[in-house]
């Protein structure tokens, strides 16, 4: 026989579990602000705006970009932290694994104020070098091995996509290579002028520069090859190891304690919108390609990408930023 305080219990918690579930149908019920903690016209920036149109389209309210970027990304990052947990607020910020590993501080804790949602998709990084300097990814981890500290390389600054996907391939490969920290875009300059070895950087920068020929593209950092460049070997077919694999992808994520229906049908609706053709098309012009995945599945993957970022951080020697 069922207590009295045990029934009550299990009243209650049904209760809770009919009003979660009608909070998520009746969601959203106003517009939602989308905090996207870095300029305009980035990948994640462009990739938000195409799919929360539709997503907005389908539900019936509009999803408001709103660009604050600063800090890397920490302080827009830090209002949806600080948001009520509703689901009319959330964070597209592709960096934010490795922000937590890279800054000594932060004004918030990753894997307990943000529930992760669901991946956009990914950016394939590539191994790109001006024609005729490496015969193949192979000459260039032989001369790196030949002469420790010889061969050098260029990033978009510390912290960067540019910069975590080399280390990684060289941690990885057991290889010393300088690295040569730019603002923005002045790393591929050097790298095309020829006075910075290599680069390993976002396909949706490279595409136009391997297609014209004025770079090489060595290899991908994925587990499998990029449709935009089926001819390029992944690094693993390139004969490194899976462990220099680095995903740069663009991910939604929300305040924690976020009712999970609700997330769950944020994570369903931006789904629907991806599978959308003129969508996808779109998305496949800058380079992004689909990473389907569960919340739960997102959610172990997400937890995962900290702890490698702050594995490498340690391996790689990077100083933590203040």
Partial sequence: MISISRQ????????????????????????????????????SDITARVVFEE????????????????AGGVIGANVVAKAPP??????????????????????????????????????????????GRFKDLGDLVAQAKAKPGALNYGSAGVGSASHFGAERLITSAGLRVQHIPFKGGEYFTEVIAGRVDFTVGPLATLINFIRDRKVVA?????????????????????????????????????????????????????TRALAVPPVQERLLKIGMEPMPMSVAEFETFFREDVAANQALV????????E
């Fill in 218 to 270: 060595l290899a991908v950092s994925a587990k499998q090859r990029s449709v935009l460049l089926p001819e390029v070997p992944t690094l693993i077919e390139a004969g490194i190891s899976s462990d220099a694999i680095y995903p740069f992808y663009s991910p939604v994520f929300v305040p924690a304690k976020t009712p999970r229906p609700v997330i769950e049908k944020l994570h369903d609706e931006v």
């Fill in 86 to 131: 509703d689901g009319h607020t959330a964070l597209v910020y592709g960096a934010l694994a490795s922000a937590t590993a890279l800054y000594a501080r932060l004004p918030f804790d990753t894997l307990n104020d943000f529930a992760p949602v669901v991946p956009f998709g990914q950016q394939p990084l590539a191994v790109v070098a001006v024609p």
């Fill in 8 to 43: 009550i219990i299990l009243t209650v918690s049904l209760g809770l579990a009919v009003v979660a579930s009608a909070r998520a149908q009746d969601w959203p019920t106003r517009n939602v602000s989308v905090v996207i903690p870095l300029p305009p016209g980035v990948a």
């Fill in 314 to 321: 340690q391996a790689a020697g990077i100083p933590k930023q």
């Fill in 55 to 70: 997503v907005g389209r389908r539900v019936g309210q509009t999803f408001v970009i709103e660009n604050r970027p600063g």
